[in-house]
């Protein structure tokens, strides 16, 4: 139990001196490390954004958006496919066909074509998930009637997908906002979450995240009766929108439900101002494609107005008053330079294929965190200096020899955060202050033991020897049950917790080691070179 | 130098002796605790009930009411305010807005802007806006890692010793969390994500006390087959109480420091710890260990069968000189 061969020694020594060195960097302000030399460690702890300061967004996809855009495209589906092509296939004709409850259903006209049309439908679904399902069920009813219902797998796989190309679009957006190293995870199957350190105010980053960019452009529907239009009635082949800075007041105008362009076909946009009356505008440049539908269209409806769309409600309506050749065109609205500049960036970085919410926000002053690290820095060092303290006026010897493993402890627990670039929060700072407390643990057991031993009569280095080895199996037991707390919190807990947990895993293992192996290398030695024939402990 | 003894040696208290009146006191404490946290309800912080808290510091001392008034004002729900750290500083939580519990988005914006309106002088040092939907997640997964965590440190110490420690563990364990309720329903302090951690924490450290006091009472069952159960448990607590009382001196300093010392947002949690200290070590002995002699462990339990010569020495030799 007390051998300890050279080896050992050195090993145990040189496994120290690396901690340590790792732990280096983190005490030090950033200008003297990053003069470090090369040999030198630089990982930093990492800093978590209670610490740091920052914003935390968690953003999670409209699930009502998802089954809306997935009855849309279906309906338009439908509407082809049973359309057919000329020359290859018969047109199938249908009516009624509506929504209710979430699902869609038609008549086809000739009842001899059911089974046809229903074939032609079920080749336009898709297998969802692993148990063979299809994303829509088909049902034939009375004969005529055909009812899609659209599956939860079918839903699952949808947002899968779109959660994936969502991800790359808040990338592309919060990196054009210009912030500095943020970090954006997707979490679980409809979450994704964006963190941004340093950020203190995050309003402008909520509504860039929160405009899904959709932008369309729709030619106005100018037989619209004005009383139907009141009533919410649209004309055939037309749809009613909100129009809130509509200049004759109502709030609400009615468009052609066809697309002329979209913002699919858009290779720029940029927040300028208007040449005449000098008020911030979107400009934008189509892409090949779009600026020959766009000139096409232009040319065909001189004198008519169309309307600029963005996530389903009109931005402006303004008259054609030329043909557009050169794919160049300039989005007006009641924008501030702030929101003609988000609208620019959103549309660059691309439409969100769903609709994203805020369900959680957590966001937090650099000061106050710096605050934080400063009382908690406070409350580690008296924490320590107190309990190396009462550890030497207690055991004497046997506890400098405790607080020298305590004090190794706390730059190993230090040195491997840094190591492995683990991220230190607030509660995380609890948990380093308490486990000062809890990591002399080990050595009082062993201590107390020794002092145990000696009452019964053994000579010294019998009591020392049983002591450590008595000890460690009620030590190892007992820090069992604390690395399965400490486990279910990383489980469970959100950021800051899970960096609590991080500390009181690194904190219990570095403990054990120090307490147990470190300390009895110190204390083997002294036995060895003084070889006293008393123990006062 | 002479050293300090907290314990003296010898010592040899008859601890089991009121075992019978201490479980009494703690099964009332238990049912009183739950009985509080039922009627009183905890003060659930917006992670676990949704809404927003706004920390907001001011230059000057502010009238809580004033406050609270001018939160009201805003038009955003009924805004709970209360003094947070400092005499400047305040917490005011607002409620998930009506119609709109899926969303975390709007309220948020509307109190920062109309606190600012109403005291230029003011900063906002955090917020933290939760939805219904996260929230309820939370408080699920919260309760379910607290029961997991409790019921696989049972299960290990099960395995260990026997299933008698096991079910004395559980006991003890549950002793704990339910005072630890008790304690946030009686004084209102804010139940959050941290005080969940908490628990778990004293869950893992209250047990560490009970096993080294288990690992005794395994060890003293090997030496002394023959001496009586409840004195055979008071031999071993009064032989680890040194133990036990310099741990939890040195955990207490620890945690003083953070309580006095520490930042404010973490008061509760800190709080929570070092009342779990407290409980969690008195528990080991009273709550735990009794359960020992009611559900019969016997003296054999532990010893290999393979190796009885052996140890049937040991015992004639009070285990003095082996």
Known sequence: MLEFPRWKVIGITLLLIFGILLAVPSMLPNKVVTAFPSWMPSERINLGLDLAGGSHIMLEADIDDVRKQRLDSMEKTIRTVLRGERGKSENIAIGGLSRANGKLAFMVRDATKVDEARDRLNDQTMGAGLSGERDWDIEVRDSTRIIMTPTEAGTRNFIDNAMEAARDIVDRRVNALGTREPTIVRQGDDRIVVQVPGLSDPQALKDLLGQTARLEFKMVELNANPEDLANGIAPVGSEIVPYPDNPTGEPVIAVKRQVLISGDQLVDAQQQFDQQDNVPVVSIRFDAQGSNIFARTTQQNVGKPFAMLLDGKVLSAPNINEPILGGQAQISGNFTVESANALAISLRSGSLPVKLKVVEERTVKPELGQDSIDKGALAAIIATMAVLIFMIVTYGRFGVYADAALIINILLILGIMALFNATLTLPGIAGFVLTIGAAVDANVLINERIREEVKRGRRPIDAVQVGYKEASRAIFDANITNVIAAALMFWFGTGPIKGFAVVLTIGIITSVFTAVTVSRMFVAGWLRSARPSKLVI | ?322
């Open chain 2, 1 to 322: 130098m002479r050293l300090l003894k907290l314990v003296p040696d010898d010592t040899n208290i008859a601890f089991l002796k009121w075992r019978n009146v201490a479980m009494a006191i703690g099964v009332g404490m238990i049912v009183a605790s739950l009985a509080l946290t039922f009627v009183r309800g905890l003060n659930m912080g917006v992670d676990f009930v949704g809404g927003q808290s706004t920390r907001v510091e001011f230059s000057k001392p502010v009238d809580i009411s004033d406050v609270r008034a001018k939160a009201d004002a805003i038009g955003i729900g009924e805004a709970t305010v209360q003094e947070f750290g400092s005499a400047n500083e305040v917490l005011i939580r607002t409620p998930v807005p009506k119609g709109d519990e899926d969303s975390a988005n709007t309220a948020a914006d509307k109190l920062r802007a109309g606190i600012l309106k109403a005291y230029p002088d003011a900063k906002v040092g955090s917020v933290d806006t939760v939805s219904g939907k996260v929230s309820g997640e939370l408080l699920q997964t919260g309760a379910l890692s607290l029961v997991l965590a409790m019921v696989a440190i049972s299960i290990y110490i099960w395995f260990r010793f026997e299933w008698q420690f096991g079910a004395g563990a559980l006991f003890a364990l549950f002793h704990d969390v339910s005072l630890t309720f008790g304690f946030f329903a009686l004084t209102q302090l804010e139940f959050n994500l941290n005080i969940v951690a908490a628990l778990l924490t004293i869950i893992g450290y209250s047990l560490n006390d009970t096993i080294v006091v288990f690992d005794r009472i395994r060890e003293n069952l090997k030496k002394y087959r023959k001496m009586d159960m409840t004195a055979l448990l008071d031999l071993s607590v009064n032989e680890t109480l040194a133990r036990t009382v310099m741990t939890s001196l040195t955990m207490i300093i620890a945690l003083v420091a953070l309580l006095i010392w520490g930042p404010a947002v973490i008061f509760g949690f800190t709080a929570a710890m070092l009342l779990g200290l407290f409980v969690g070590t008195y528990s080991s002995v009273y709550m735990a260990a009794p359960w020992l002699i009611w559900l019969h462990v016997k003296s054999d339990s532990f010893v290999p069968v393979d190796s009885g010569t052996g140890t049937a020495e040991r015992v004639t030799d009070d285990g003095a000189r082996v």
